[in-house]
């Protein structure tokens, strides 16, 4: 089924050398059984290691057929553009980050500025940890979770399909839950292919803007 499947991977932010880049690529592969990482991305920025000396690197990968698409990882906005300029081959095609309902950080600068740059935006720990997926009863922060039961009612989702398919109503953005359980990973899979209303979204904004959730 390889070629229905969509396989990313990452270089460590501690592996950033040219050399190193290409040992820890080869090493995938090779654990992976494939030919080709369809997506490899930096973890971590590491400011010891010219970002240029990475994307070399980077780029040789892809020149040897070995990646297909290159992508960063926690990288600020500053940290992308640079990403950005020292990519003179490929272009950067997304930015793994931090985003859910509780931790919306990136909507200030780097949201929109990957969506003007035609950067996909990776939404890691999208539920907050499984937090998101709790009814109000067990949540920590009950007032916000209401409204999230409130809009589950509405569409007949679930509280995870709709903390997820808030994460992608806009263009630009996809996520990456995590499960072990093959029940919620096809209920996650669902959690795409239909919209929030803007009244739904707005009232998600709202509710969760002075959320206070760790
Ligand atoms: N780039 C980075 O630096 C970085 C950092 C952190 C995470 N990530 C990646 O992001 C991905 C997901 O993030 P995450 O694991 O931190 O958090 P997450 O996806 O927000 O939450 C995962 C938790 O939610 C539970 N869960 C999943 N689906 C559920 C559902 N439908 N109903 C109820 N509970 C549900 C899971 O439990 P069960 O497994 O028991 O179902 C697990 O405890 C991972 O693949 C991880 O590798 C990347």
Redesign the pocket.
């Known amino acids: 089924m390889r070629d229905r499947v969509f396989v990313a991977t990452?270089v460590s932010g501690s592996h950033l050398g040219h050399d190193e880049v290409l040992k820890a690529a080869e090493a995938s592969l090779r654990r992976l059984d494939i030919s080709c990482i369809d997506l490899y991305q930096i973890?971590?920025p590491n400011s010891l290691v010219p970002i240029e000396e990475t994307i070399r690197a980077m780029e040789a990968l892809v020149d040897r057929g070995l990646v297909k698409y290159l992508g960063v990882?926690?990288f600020s906005t500053a940290e992308l553009r640079s990403a950005q300029a020292a990519a003179s081959k490929y272009p950067i095609v997304s930015n793994?980050v931090?985003y859910?309902l509780n931790r919306r950080e990136i909507e200030g600068d780097l949201l929109p500025y990957c969506r003007e740059n035609q950067v996909t935006v990776i939404a890691?720990?999208?539920?907050?940890?499984?937090r998101?997926?709790k009814p109000s009863a067990a949540s920590s922060n009950p007032d916000a979770t209401k409204v999230l039961e409130l809009v589950a009612a509405q569409t007949q989702k679930?509280?995870?399909q709709v903390a997820l398919n808030w994460c992608v109503f806009d263009q630009g953005v996809i996520t990456?839950?995590?499960?072990?359980?093959t029940a919620?990973v096809t209920?996650?899979c669902a959690a795409s292919g239909w919209r929030l209303s803007a009244d739904q979204k707005a009232l998600l904004d709202k509710a969760y803007s002075s959320s206070d959730d760790d």
Not at 124 to 130: A, Q, V
Not at 176 to 181: A, L, T, V
């Open positions: 990452k973890h971590w990882s926690n793994q931090l859910n890691y720990t999208p539920l907050d940890s499984g998101l997926a679930t509280l995870a990456i839950p995590k499960s072990d359980k919620r209920e996650n």
